[in-house]
């Protein structure tokens, strides 16, 4: 029985994660520019938020609930403008100058870690995911012990987390094959698609 909240967990968890939005290219980006580790500890950023998304709708407070609902627009506004300024750093990223810091390791984790915990955080989609997930399959109600319901949330973290993990093992893979002109190509590429994400959200929230 407990096996089962960590299985649900694990589904939650890869659920979430493995649409490849801006977080997705934001890793896809470090990786190659900086290497696996790089791209893992921002991975990390986006499972640490959804899991803290996870806990919020675990714990089912009606007035965290109303504050999202309410805060929604400007929680969305606010990542949006995020998004669109990461994707304008990373269109001028200079690829020369990014492999030059990470052999002088000048690189900061805790900076990439919380970057993209606050840009997931900006996405209140998950926390209605899982809202939805633990009401309809009684995931979390008053029959739910500590032990399943950690169970649940550590399921969360680990899908979370092995879906980064192995996204970033296998981009990292192929970085080594990758000339320093194509990942100056991949950065202009990659910049678009994160400034259009951001222009997305700000169309909807707007029309």
């Known amino acids: 029985m407990l096996i089962g909240f960590l299985l649900k967990g694990l589904f939650l968890g890869l659920l ?10 934001m890793c896809i980006q470090r990786t190659i520019s900086r290497g696996l580790k790089s791209g893992f500890i921002s ?10 998304y996870a806990i919020l709708a675990g714990v089912g407070f009606g007035f965290i609930v109303s504050f999202i609902n309410r805060e929604k627009y400007w929680i969305q506004l606010i990542g949006a403008i995020i998004i669109i300024l990461i994707g304008i750093k990373t269109f001028y990223t200079n690829p020369a ?34 809202l939805a ?3 309809g399959f009684s995931m979390m109600d008053e029959n739910t ?14 899908g979370a987390l092995a879906w980064w993990y192995i996204l970033s093992l296998v981009i990292s893979k192929f970085r080594n094959k990758i000339r320093l002109k194509n990942i100056w190509w991949l950065n202009k590429i990659m910049g678009v698609f994160i400034i ?7 169309y909807k929230l707007f029309f």
Do not use: H, W
């Open 145 to 158: 012990n500590y032990l399943s319901g950690i169970l649940l949330i550590g399921g969360v973290f680990v």
């Open 97 to 130: 100058s990014e492999i030059r810091n990470q052999r002088n390791k000048k690189n900061k984790p805790m900076g990439e870690f919380l970057s993209v915990f606050f840009i997931t955080l900006s996405n209140p989609v998950p926390f209605f995911v899982f």
């Open 16 to 25: 979430v994660s493995v649409p490849l939005g801006p977080v997705g290219l």
């Open 196 to 202: 259009v994400c951001g222009l997305v959200v700000l």
């Open 133 to 135: 997930s633990f009401a």
């Open 43 to 52: 991975g990390l950023g986006a499972a640490a938020a959804d899991t803290f």
